[in-house]
């Protein structure tokens, strides 16, 4: 058998098998980025970050802009950490106070500062979980 035949026969088993393990990896993921939030929240350390460069998208039509932020912040041993490529979306109204130099506040692991979210909450999130969905029952 050719090797184009013996692919084409096995198609049917290597797609979903590929779907299957794209999928498996999203969850994983995931996972991790819980876990690393639930530590980051369970031993927190505030800190001001100062915004080193903003990066806005193109703004929806919901009034909802995904921006890629870049930050740094001293760490207790006083050199400086830069996080880099840390994507958010915020209204678009509040595209104005995400400028460069402007302080942000963070959420840091007391153990390991290194690992940090921004204290802000996504407004993607927060609109998800106000929304009412079809099935959802009217509260009286």
Same mark, same amino acid.
């Given at each position: ?16 098998? %590929? ?37 806005? %998208?193109?703004?929806?039509?919901? %009034? ?13 041993? %006083? ?62």
């Amino acid at each position: 058998m050719e090797i184009s035949t013996l692919i084409l026969k096995s198609l049917h088993f290597l797609l979903p098998a %590929g779907f299957v393990a794209i999928i498996i990896h999203i969850i994983i993921k995931d996972k991790k980025a819980e876990k690393k939030k639930k530590a980051i929240l369970n031993d927190p350390l505030y800190i001001d970050a100062e915004l080193l460069n903003v990066i806005p %998208g193109t703004p929806s039509q919901d %009034g909802i802009v995904n921006i890629t932020l870049k930050y740094q912040y001293p760490l207790p041993n %006083g050199e400086m950490m830069i996080q880099d490529n840390v994507l958010t979306a915020i209204e678009t109204m509040d595209l104005f106070k995400f400028q460069k130099g402007v302080s942000i506040p963070i959420i840091c692991l007391k153990s390991d500062p290194r690992q940090n979210m921004l204290k802000m909450r996504n407004v993607l999130e927060v609109r998800l979980e106000n929304h009412k969905w079809p099935w959802q029952k009217k509260k009286q």
